[in-house]
């Protein structure tokens, strides 16, 4: 499957493919820092076969290395960030049982595939072309790959700021969507913990002595639950309850976790106020919420419009219709966006991310990969 075009070099899917699944053979949980090192060995191996520089940064906290990758070619001026992450949300083993490398059809099957090692692997196979080609970009590329996006990013969060403020553009290579769509805007995240004091008593004996912690969660969920606010583009799940001790205890405590979603930090912030103040029914009960905004949202102003329609050509030279959506969903690219104009979403087409029939879709291969080829080359 060549690419013949005469303005534009060969760029091969087969080639990048298998290049693809050597990646995914190497299961990388977030939660396994040794497993992700094996997947930043690999990248770093087939980075110096290109003669790229590279520095490793050091994981803490448990979690993996960051590999921070730049063309062969270049200074240190300002330059094109690209982001990706070396970590999964698969379990070790999840390739040799649920979800093997296969490929049927236009499909191929695999754990991370989508979520993102194969758009990873696309900037890779663009940067790859260049080397082979001998030539060079206006701007220089860093590639940053993180180890723990999966989990919110909290030891690559400052070095992810950072590299997008000594850049230009930042293009992220999460998965495409509905159709090839690549992302423009992202809600923002914010997660709280609730935990609720009350007083415990014998439910028979004592009845009338007790303050039922989870009474009082069952009202709180209700309020929390209707902050959601569809038109205003806030949702609100608390997702993780618990409480109690026995049937017969009128509970003491009672606990809860919070996910909410915002369209804009002014929005966000007074979401997250109200979160934050909320308080007991029962006055001989306590409340104490912590956390807020952990991933700020992603809006897209003129600079990211601008940038948009510059990809929109160039996908239309290559043959087909680039589109963009706002999901709701979070990624790094959150990060960047109020720093530097962000693209999100330049990664394969397929489905399934999180699943275990996470898959892309191989004609999306080269397309995609001319797309990310034609940003590095034109952007400036
Ligand atoms: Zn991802």
Do not use: C
Request: charged fraction near 25%; glycine fraction near 12%.
């Amino acid at each position: 499957m060549n690419e013949t075009s005469t303005n534009r070099p060969v760029l091969d899917a087969d080639e990048i493919l298998a290049g693809i699944r050597e990646w995914v053979e190497i299961e990388s949980p977030t939660t396994d820092a040794a497993a992700v090192n094996r997947m930043a060995d690999k990248v770093q191996a087939d980075y110096a076969g290109i003669g790229a520089r590279l520095e490793r940064i050091a994981g803490r906290d448990g979690f993996g290395d960051h590999l921070l990758v730049t063309s062969p070619w270049g200074g240190d001026g300002p330059g094109i960030l690209v982001l990706s992450h070396l970590d999964t949300v698969h379990d070790i083993g999840t390739l040799g049982t649920k979800l093997p490398f296969r490929v049927e059809g236009d499909v191929a099957y695999g754990p991370g595939i989508y979520d993102m090692k194969g758009g990873a692997h696309l900037a890779f196979a663009a940067m790859r072309h260049l080397a082979r080609e001998g030539r060079e970009t206006v701007l220089p590329i860093r590639h940053l790959l993180v180890s723990e996006e999966e989990v919110g990013s909290p030891t690559s969060r400052a070095i992810i700021e950072r590299e997008a403020r000594r850049a230009k553009f930042v293009l992220v290579t999460e998965p495409a969507r509905e159709g090839g769509k690549i992302v423009t805007a992202r809600k923002g995240t914010a997660r709280f913990e609730l935990r609720i004091k009350g007083r415990p008593a014998h439910s028979g004996a004592r009845h009338e002595d007790g303050r039922s912690a989870v009474k009082e969660l069952a009202r709180q969920i209700l309020d929390l639950e209707a902050m959601t606010d569809y038109a205003l583009g806030v949702t609100v799940n608390v997702g993780v309850v618990s409480g109690g001790t026995r049937a017969n205890v009128v509970a003491e405590e009672a606990y809860a976790e919070i996910d909410m979603r915002v369209p804009n930090q002014a929005v966000g912030d007074a979401a997250v106020a109200k979160v934050l103040a909320l308080k007991p029914y029962d006055p001989d009960v306590t409340l104490a919420v912590t956390g807020g905004l952990n991933r700020p949202g992603y809006e897209k102003g003129a600079d990211i419009e601008a940038l948009f329609q510059h990809a929109k050509r160039i996908a239309a030279g290559i043959g087909f219709e680039l589109k963009d959506l706002k999901t709701g969903g979070g990624s790094d690219g959150n990060f960047t966006a109020a720093i530097a104009p962000t693209l999100d979403g330049l990664g394969v087409d397929g489905k399934g991310g999180h699943t275990d029939y996470e898959q892309l879709y191989v004609s999306s291969l080269v397309p995609r990969a001319r797309l990310m080829l034609g940003l590095f080359e034109e952007l400036s």
